[in-house]
T-cell receptor
Framework: EPEVTQTPSHQVTQMGQEVILRCVPI?????FYWYRQILGQKVEFLVS????????KSEIFDDQFSVERPDGSNFTLKIRSTKLEDSAMYFC???????????FGDGTRLSIL | GESVGLHLPTLSVQEGDNSIINCAYS??????FIWYKQESGKGPQFIID?????DKRQGQRVTVLLNKTVKHLSLQIAATQPGDSAVYFC??????????????FGTGTQLKVEL
Protein backbone atom coordinates (compact mmCIF):
# COMPACT_ATOMS: atom_id res chain seq x y z
CA GLU A 1 0.00 0.00 0.00
CA PRO A 2 1.45 3.42 -0.91
CA GLU A 3 2.49 5.55 2.03
CA VAL A 4 3.81 8.96 2.95
CA THR A 5 7.48 8.84 3.95
CA GLN A 6 9.30 11.39 6.07
CA THR A 7 12.96 11.98 6.74
CA PRO A 8 14.75 12.21 9.06
CA SER A 9 12.87 10.35 11.79
CA HIS A 10 14.64 12.47 14.42
CA GLN A 11 16.34 15.85 13.98
CA VAL A 12 18.30 17.57 16.72
CA THR A 13 19.15 21.22 16.07
CA GLN A 14 20.59 24.14 17.99
CA MET A 15 18.23 27.03 18.68
CA GLY A 16 18.49 29.68 15.97
CA GLN A 17 19.54 27.23 13.28
CA GLU A 18 17.57 26.49 10.14
CA VAL A 19 16.02 23.07 9.71
CA ILE A 20 14.41 21.38 6.72
CA LEU A 21 12.03 18.49 7.17
CA ARG A 22 11.40 16.31 4.16
CA CYS A 23 8.40 14.38 2.95
CA VAL A 24 7.55 12.23 -0.03
CA PRO A 25 3.76 12.25 -0.42
CA ILE A 26 1.80 9.44 -2.05
CA UNK A 27 2.53 9.66 -5.76
CA UNK A 28 -0.91 10.38 -7.23
CA UNK A 29 -1.92 12.82 -4.48
CA UNK A 30 -2.34 16.48 -5.26
CA UNK A 31 -2.84 18.05 -1.83
CA PHE A 32 -0.10 18.21 0.77
CA TYR A 33 -0.12 19.21 4.42
CA TRP A 34 2.04 19.74 7.46
CA TYR A 35 0.82 19.23 11.02
CA ARG A 36 2.65 19.21 14.29
CA GLN A 37 2.09 17.53 17.64
CA ILE A 38 3.77 18.88 20.72
CA LEU A 39 4.38 16.11 23.26
CA GLY A 40 1.17 15.22 25.04
CA GLN A 41 -0.96 17.63 23.01
CA LYS A 42 -3.31 17.53 20.04
CA VAL A 43 -2.26 17.29 16.43
CA GLU A 44 -2.36 20.85 15.04
CA PHE A 45 -2.70 22.00 11.45
CA LEU A 46 0.13 24.12 10.07
CA VAL A 47 -0.34 24.49 6.32
CA SER A 48 -1.94 23.03 3.22
CA UNK A 49 -0.44 23.19 -0.28
CA UNK A 50 -1.97 22.66 -3.69
CA UNK A 51 -0.94 23.51 -7.23
CA UNK A 52 2.41 24.86 -6.04
CA UNK A 53 1.01 27.34 -3.61
CA UNK A 54 -0.19 27.56 -0.03
CA UNK A 55 -3.97 27.16 0.13
CA UNK A 56 -4.38 27.66 3.86
CA LYS A 57 -2.17 28.22 6.89
CA SER A 58 -2.67 28.48 10.62
CA GLU A 59 -1.51 31.15 13.06
CA ILE A 60 1.39 28.89 14.01
CA PHE A 61 2.73 29.08 10.46
CA ASP A 62 4.39 32.48 10.74
CA ASP A 63 7.12 33.96 8.55
CA GLN A 64 9.72 31.66 10.10
CA PHE A 65 8.05 28.75 8.29
CA SER A 66 7.99 27.99 4.59
CA VAL A 67 7.04 25.06 2.40
CA GLU A 68 8.26 24.01 -0.98
CA ARG A 69 7.75 21.31 -3.56
CA PRO A 70 11.19 21.44 -5.18
CA ASP A 71 10.54 18.60 -7.60
CA GLY A 72 7.80 16.17 -8.55
CA SER A 73 8.14 14.01 -5.47
CA ASN A 74 9.37 15.93 -2.42
CA PHE A 75 7.53 18.33 -0.14
CA THR A 76 9.58 20.20 2.45
CA LEU A 77 8.96 22.28 5.56
CA LYS A 78 11.65 24.80 6.47
CA ILE A 79 11.96 26.59 9.78
CA ARG A 80 14.37 29.50 9.35
CA SER A 81 15.45 30.22 12.90
CA THR A 82 14.32 27.54 15.28
CA LYS A 83 13.05 28.25 18.78
CA LEU A 84 12.80 25.94 21.77
CA GLU A 85 9.02 25.85 21.39
CA ASP A 86 9.35 24.42 17.87
CA SER A 87 10.25 21.09 19.48
CA ALA A 88 7.50 18.69 18.39
CA MET A 89 6.60 15.83 16.09
CA TYR A 90 6.01 17.15 12.58
CA PHE A 91 3.70 15.14 10.37
CA CYS A 92 3.36 15.39 6.63
CA UNK A 93 0.11 14.28 5.01
CA UNK A 94 -1.29 14.06 1.50
CA UNK A 95 -4.66 13.50 -0.10
CA UNK A 96 -5.82 12.72 -3.60
CA UNK A 97 -8.36 15.50 -3.57
CA UNK A 98 -9.53 18.14 -1.10
CA UNK A 99 -12.48 16.00 0.01
CA UNK A 100 -10.59 12.74 0.33
CA UNK A 101 -8.91 11.35 3.46
CA UNK A 102 -5.53 12.71 4.40
CA UNK A 103 -2.85 10.04 4.84
CA PHE A 104 -0.05 10.73 7.27
CA GLY A 105 3.62 9.83 7.47
CA ASP A 106 5.22 8.62 10.69
CA GLY A 107 6.62 12.04 11.44
CA THR A 108 9.93 13.72 12.21
CA ARG A 109 10.72 14.32 15.86
CA LEU A 110 12.33 17.77 16.03
CA SER A 111 14.32 18.53 19.16
CA ILE A 112 15.63 22.06 19.62
CA LEU A 113 18.47 22.47 22.11
CA GLY B 1 5.55 27.27 35.41
CA GLU B 2 4.81 23.62 35.04
CA SER B 3 3.96 22.40 31.54
CA VAL B 4 1.00 20.06 31.60
CA GLY B 5 0.05 17.90 28.67
CA LEU B 6 -3.44 16.70 27.88
CA HIS B 7 -4.76 13.93 30.09
CA LEU B 8 -6.09 11.41 27.61
CA PRO B 9 -9.32 9.65 28.52
CA THR B 10 -8.70 5.91 28.62
CA LEU B 11 -11.01 3.10 27.60
CA SER B 12 -10.07 -0.37 28.80
CA VAL B 13 -11.81 -3.34 27.21
CA GLN B 14 -11.41 -7.09 27.26
CA GLU B 15 -10.22 -8.79 24.12
CA GLY B 16 -13.23 -9.85 22.07
CA ASP B 17 -15.55 -7.20 23.48
CA ASN B 18 -16.89 -4.30 21.45
CA SER B 19 -15.40 -0.83 21.98
CA ILE B 20 -17.15 2.49 21.62
CA ILE B 21 -15.06 5.66 21.44
CA ASN B 22 -16.84 8.98 21.54
CA CYS B 23 -15.99 12.42 20.22
CA ALA B 24 -17.71 15.78 20.51
CA TYR B 25 -16.87 18.18 17.73
CA SER B 26 -17.08 21.92 17.92
CA UNK B 27 -17.73 23.36 14.47
CA UNK B 28 -21.34 23.09 13.32
CA UNK B 29 -20.11 23.89 9.80
CA UNK B 30 -17.96 20.74 9.69
CA UNK B 31 -19.21 18.34 7.05
CA UNK B 32 -16.50 15.72 6.83
CA PHE B 33 -15.21 13.62 9.70
CA ILE B 34 -12.41 11.12 9.97
CA TRP B 35 -11.26 8.67 12.62
CA TYR B 36 -7.55 8.07 12.97
CA LYS B 37 -5.60 5.53 15.00
CA GLN B 38 -2.17 6.48 16.33
CA GLU B 39 0.19 3.87 17.68
CA SER B 40 3.22 4.85 19.71
CA GLY B 41 5.93 6.37 17.52
CA LYS B 42 3.78 6.39 14.41
CA GLY B 43 1.67 8.91 12.53
CA PRO B 44 -2.13 8.99 12.51
CA GLN B 45 -3.49 6.09 10.47
CA PHE B 46 -6.79 6.53 8.58
CA ILE B 47 -9.55 4.21 9.79
CA ILE B 48 -12.85 5.44 8.41
CA ASP B 49 -14.56 8.64 7.32
CA UNK B 50 -18.11 9.92 7.10
CA UNK B 51 -19.73 12.90 5.42
CA UNK B 52 -22.48 14.99 6.94
CA UNK B 53 -25.15 13.64 4.60
CA UNK B 54 -24.85 10.27 6.35
CA ASP B 55 -25.43 9.20 9.95
CA LYS B 56 -23.76 5.81 9.81
CA ARG B 57 -20.98 4.16 7.87
CA GLN B 58 -19.50 0.70 8.26
CA GLY B 59 -16.09 -0.65 7.49
CA GLN B 60 -14.29 -3.82 8.37
CA ARG B 61 -14.99 -4.32 12.11
CA VAL B 62 -15.58 -0.59 12.53
CA THR B 63 -18.69 1.57 12.42
CA VAL B 64 -18.87 5.34 12.65
CA LEU B 65 -22.03 7.08 13.83
CA LEU B 66 -22.67 10.78 13.34
CA ASN B 67 -25.24 12.81 15.25
CA LYS B 68 -25.21 16.32 13.84
CA THR B 69 -27.92 17.54 16.20
CA VAL B 70 -25.65 17.20 19.22
CA LYS B 71 -22.36 17.37 17.28
CA HIS B 72 -21.30 13.90 18.35
CA LEU B 73 -19.31 11.23 16.60
CA SER B 74 -18.60 7.70 17.73
CA LEU B 75 -16.38 4.86 16.58
CA GLN B 76 -17.44 1.32 17.30
CA ILE B 77 -14.88 -1.46 17.03
CA ALA B 78 -16.28 -4.98 16.98
CA ALA B 79 -14.44 -7.90 18.60
CA THR B 80 -11.59 -5.73 19.85
CA GLN B 81 -8.13 -7.23 19.43
CA PRO B 82 -4.79 -6.48 21.16
CA GLY B 83 -3.62 -4.81 17.94
CA ASP B 84 -6.38 -2.24 18.36
CA SER B 85 -4.59 -0.76 21.37
CA ALA B 86 -3.70 2.81 20.39
CA VAL B 87 -4.84 6.41 20.71
CA TYR B 88 -7.89 7.18 18.59
CA PHE B 89 -8.57 10.68 17.27
CA CYS B 90 -11.58 12.12 15.56
CA UNK B 91 -10.93 14.95 13.12
CA UNK B 92 -13.34 17.41 11.54
CA UNK B 93 -13.15 19.38 8.31
CA UNK B 94 -15.59 22.00 6.99
CA UNK B 95 -14.96 21.20 3.33
CA UNK B 96 -18.27 22.03 1.69
CA UNK B 97 -18.77 25.28 3.58
CA UNK B 98 -15.53 26.71 2.28
CA UNK B 99 -13.46 25.91 5.33
CA UNK B 100 -10.60 24.59 3.30
CA UNK B 101 -9.23 21.17 3.94
CA UNK B 102 -7.47 21.56 7.24
CA UNK B 103 -8.28 18.94 9.84
CA UNK B 104 -9.08 19.91 13.40
CA PHE B 105 -8.20 17.02 15.69
CA GLY B 106 -9.88 16.08 18.94
CA THR B 107 -8.04 15.30 22.15
CA GLY B 108 -7.86 11.57 21.58
CA THR B 109 -8.84 8.48 23.55
CA GLN B 110 -6.38 5.83 24.66
CA LEU B 111 -7.81 2.35 23.99
CA LYS B 112 -6.28 -0.45 26.05
CA VAL B 113 -7.18 -4.01 25.21
CA GLU B 114 -6.74 -6.46 28.06
CA LEU B 115 -6.14 -10.12 27.41
Amino acid sequence: EPEVTQTPSHQVTQMGQEVILRCVPISNHLYFYWYRQILGQKVEFLVSFYNNEISEKSEIFDDQFSVERPDGSNFTLKIRSTKLEDSAMYFCASSQDSNQPQHFGDGTRLSIL
Amino acid sequence: GESVGLHLPTLSVQEGDNSIINCAYSNSASDYFIWYKQESGKGPQFIIDIRSNMDKRQGQRVTVLLNKTVKHLSLQIAATQPGDSAVYFCAENPILTGGGNKLTFGTGTQLKVEL
